[in-house]
């Protein structure tokens, strides 16, 4: 064990666990936006805008919220006018990092009137206080494999979990190049960050992909599914590190989104009719797991 006093950053025997020192996670503005049942916090870099999902700690009925800050608290909830209540399941939005732009995932019909059979990646724009009309991105990303937790670069270049057909791992996380205005078929992101008996998914990619923050259920982490993150060395991935506690506990955590030095996130229990899912935001310096 190393112990460094002032930033007191502690070693543990596993090279993949790191735990630091901080301030412990705060539930976000629990009177507007977190009941018992929200997940996947986002906003744009100013914090004016900010979007979740609503659950209800079940998965039937999955809507995307809105909420304006008015004098730094955010106002009452409303449905995001691209979203809807009952008709299709909306999840995961995510703004770009100049916040124009959204990435969800929805099962609504794709293009045509055909059927999704699982989550397909849309995207909506912003247009000064209002949403354009979501968009369809496309068979070159989307599959008959459910594809989630679309995270953007600032080159355009696409993160995304997608559920393997052969069922090992059961999800990994991809990457797709925007090049010439047009996304090129996926990648797989490959290993240490993938692996073949645990479940990787909700990439969080920084806006110069210098990092990535997802879930993995590495058995070795401290709940069902811990946060990790992995830097990116001239084009190759870092052995992952566990984010460590007070982060990651005995429970899920998942939906990563860093803004301003913040890291945004979801915690999620087991309740006795249902899960039991709110909203947390932490003081985030990513260079401290380097």
Not at 1 to 11: A, D, H, R, S, T
Not at 14 to 32: G, N, R, V, Y
Not at 224 to 237: A, R, T
Not at 270 to 288: A, C, R, T
Request: charged content about 20%; overall charge negative; hydrophobic content about 35%.
């Amino acid at each position: 064990m190393i112990l460094k006093v002032g930033q007191v950053i502690i070693f543990a025997c596993f090279c993949h666990f790191l735990t630091f020192a901080q301030s412990s996670p705060q539930m976000i503005d629990s009177k507007s936006i977190t009941t018992d049942g929200e997940f996947g916090f986002t906003c744009t870099p100013n914090e004016e805008i900010a979007l979740w999902v609503k659950s209800g700690g079940k998965r039937d009925t999955l809507v995307i919220m809105q909420a304006t800050k008015v004098k730094g608290k955010w106002s009452a909830p409303k449905i995001a006018s691209f979203s809807n209540s009952g008709k299709w399941k909306d999840i995961d939005p995510i703004f770009s990092p100049d916040g124009k732009v959204v990435y969800f995932q929805s099962n609504r019909p794709r293009p045509g009137g055909a059927d999704a059979n699982g989550f397909d990646i849309w995207a909506v724009k912003r247009i000064g206080n209002q949403w354009g009309e979501p968009y369809h991105l496309g068979m070159v990303l989307n599959t008959d494999s459910s594809e989630s937790y679309a995270s953007v670069a600032s080159n355009g270049n696409l993160y995304f979990m997608k559920e393997n057909e052969n069922k090992q791992g059961n999800s990994d996380i991809y990457f797709s190049k925007y090049i010439n205005n047009a996304y090129q078929s996926p990648t797989n992101i490959g290993y240490p960050v993938n692996t073949l008996e645990f479940r990787e998914s909700n990439p969080f990619i920084s806006p110069d992909e210098s990092y990535i923050i997802y879930f993995s259920s590495d058995s070795t982490g401290f709940g069902e599914v811990d946060l990790f993150i992995s830097f990116n060395e001239k084009g190759i991935w870092s052995t992952p590190k566990n984010l460590g506690q007070p982060i990651n506990s005995k429970v899920a955590e998942f939906c990563p989104f860093v803004n301003k030095n913040k890291l945004y996130f979801t915690r999620q229990e087991k309740g006795s009719d249902g899960m039991i899912e709110h909203i947390y935001s932490v003081d985030f310096d990513p260079n401290l797991y380097k």
